[in-house]
């Protein structure tokens, strides 16, 4: 299924432009966009704006642009550039060609501010930034007009101009709106327009030593792409009337800003600070790193686009708040990987089996489904022979009531293989630990049938261990022990989970040898893996643990 083909529910911002639409508003078109900073990777936050601004746009037959909100130099890099581009289009969006950069667009939001101080709409102030903040009140009291707030537009040209022209240090002043000191909305009392900041830009180079301030910036940007909707997330809600009133001033095109709540997902955080934290103080990796919400780690986890997709769907938009349980991201793509991942065997702590009456030299190849799930994915070939590995959990000595795997005496069926029977434990004499189990195999039950009919409850996974290849195995956990980790006081770093990697040398079933980067696979009865993006190679197999196979959002699911 294409994106385009998918169902979409209906939300509030959709019914807003099925009435716009009604109304003829806009000439009946939709078009909106994804404007990301610059200054991080994506993360599944930003997957949720993306899949709802190029949905909108596909559902609607209309556009998406995507545009690097790039207003701010100090933090923003080309490596982020690059690897947001590939993230939305590993995603499934496609921009055509409408990529912008909001830093394109300098020359004419400075004419734009020229425009507005002439109209006595903007003044520059010299206050510094602390003054400018205690001038500002409080959501109880007023603030306090600036001493420079009355200065003549001619005065105001000239100062700009200097401004401009490099003439000030940085923080010396500032272009701040004239709009109401007085006003119940902070935002409307004179906000910063334009700050001095002697800093290259990573696409306009040292031509500018003054940058506009967001609120300034993106009204404009919205209003030269001519978009219709301006999605954004709630926290811009008390910023409407200021986007609105830049544009009315200035007379120009103008969208409609629409918020929505911004995604929190528990045992993670989303803001690009805490995550560059996490990244710069060595906590994880790099940015995809596969603990990482980051869709380029989310990736590297074994994640598909479409269950990032999928998800994005069923969480839908909404005006309120609230915090999703991250169970239901691992529900989507265990839903996506049991319909496609192919089946494999792999044993991750491995217990040697000798089958006592299995001839030494022999070899046969026996047949494995590759999905149930999906009929067409055929069979392979899987070595068996005298010596194996089982799970070391699917044996004990002293099996409780309903243990129903391997046990002294005990028959299991060994999957696609044939049915043992345990007759001998070997133990390390000095510690007690089980090192080698003897068993017998019974010919007739090839595939594990039982011809005879006679019942066998457990069925466990194996290779050969001869023919396994040994992968090294990467277990991931949440990466924070706390289900709200960006709300504690001292900061994410004190509630990291410090198991949340464990690395096992892994023996897998040889047709795994030469996984391709990026592949992922259903391990029996373990989990789902993917062969990892960076490091995975014929030579040295590396496998990162997606998701195991327990899915405790079914259960949360069923009593909801
Ligand atoms: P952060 O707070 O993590 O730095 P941001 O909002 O500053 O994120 P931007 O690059 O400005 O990051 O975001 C680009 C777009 O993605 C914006 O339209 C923003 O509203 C949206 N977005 C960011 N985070 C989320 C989220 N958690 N849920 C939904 N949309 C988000
Ligand atoms: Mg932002």
């Not at 598909?304 to 239901?328: E, H, M, Q, Y």
């Not at 022979?385 to 959990?393: C, F, G, K, N, T």
């Not at 009531?401 to 046990?407: E, G, Y």
């Amino acid at each position: 299924m294409t994106v385009s083909e998918q169902p979409r529910p209906s939300d509030f911002i959709r019914d807003i432009i099925d009435d716009d639409i009604r109304a003829n508003k806009y000439g009946g078109r939709v078009h909106t966009r994804f404007p990301p900073e610059p200054n991080g990777y994506l993360h599944i936050g930003h997957a949720k704006s993306i899949c709802l601004n190029f949905g909108i746009a596909a559902q609607y037959r209309g556009l998406c642009n995507l545009r690097f909100d790039d207003t701010n130099p100090t933090k923003e890099e080309q490596e982020y550039v690059d690897s947001i581009l590939d993230s939305v289009r590993w995603l499934g969006f496609d921009w055509e060609d409408r990529l912008y950069y909001a830093s394109d667009y300098f020359d004419q939001m400075h004419d734009y501010a020229v425009q507005l101080i002439k109209a006595g709409g903007a003044y520059v102030d010299d206050l510094s930034a602390d003054e400018i903040r205690d001038h500002r009140g409080t959501l109880t009291q007023p603030g306090k007009e600036s001493p420079y707030r009355n200065r003549s537009v001619e005065e105001n040209l000239d100062l700009f101009a200097r401004m401009r022209a490099g003439e000030f240090e940085d923080g010396s002043r500032v272009l701040r709106a004239k709009i109401d000191m007085a006003s119940p909305n902070l935002n409307m009392r004179d906000p910063v327009m334009y700050r001095i900041l002697h800093a290259d830009h990573h696409r306009t180079g040292s031509k500018w030593c003054i940058y506009p301030m967001y609120d300034w910036a993106h009204g404009i940007e919205d209003s030269i792409e001519r978009i219709t909707h301006s999605i954004c997330t709630l926290e811009f809600e008390d910023h409407r009337p200021l986007y609105d009133w830049f544009l009315e001033q200035l007379g120009v095109y103008h969208p409609q800003q629409i918020e929505f709540a911004r995604l929190n997902l528990s045992y993670t955080v989303m803001s690009k600070r805490k995550l560059l934290q996490l990244v710069e103080k060595g906590h994880v990796s790099g940015w995809d790193d596969p603990r990482m919400p980051t869709i380029a780690g989310l990736r590297r986890r074994g994640y598909t686009p479409s269950s990032i997709r999928d998800f994005c769907d069923r969480i839908g938009v909404a005006k309120t708040d609230s915090t999703i349980n991250i169970a239901l991201l691992e529900h989507c793509i265990r839903e996506d990987l049991n319909r496609t991942a192919p089946r494999a065997m792999a044993v991750l702590n491995p217990l040697r089996v000798v089958i006592d009456n299995y001839p030494d030299s022999e070899t046969e190849e026996l047949d494995a489904i590759n999905n149930p799930e999906d009929q067409g994915a055929g069979t392979r070939k899987v070595p068996f022979s005298r010596v194996l590995y089982i799970e070391r959990d699917d044996f004990r000595e002293n099996p409780p009531s309903r243990f129903f795997r391997l046990a002294p005496g005990r028959e299991v069926r060994l999957r696609y293989a044939f049915l043992i029977t345990c007759v001998g434990v070997k133990k390390d004499e000095s510690t007690g630990e089980v090192v080698e189990l003897h068993c017998t195999y019974d010919p007739a039950t090839r595939g594990g049938d039982t011809p005879d009919g006679r019942k066998v409850k457990g069925t466990i996974h194996w290779v050969s261990a001869d023919h396994a290849v040994q992968a090294e195995v990467r277990l991931y956990d949440r990466l924070f022990t706390v289900e709200n980790p960006g709300d504690v006081e001292d900061g994410c770093e004190s509630v990291l989970n410090t198991d949340s990697l464990e690395i096992v040398t892994g023996h897998v079933e040889p047709s795994l040898a030469n996984a391709a980067p990026g592949t992922s696979y259903q391990f029996e009865r373990l989990g789902y893996f993917c062969a990892d993006l960076k490091d995975s190679s014929p030579e040295r197999p590396v496998f990162n643990r997606t998701v195991a196979l327990r899915d405790s959002w079914a259960k949360i699911e069923k009593r909801l």
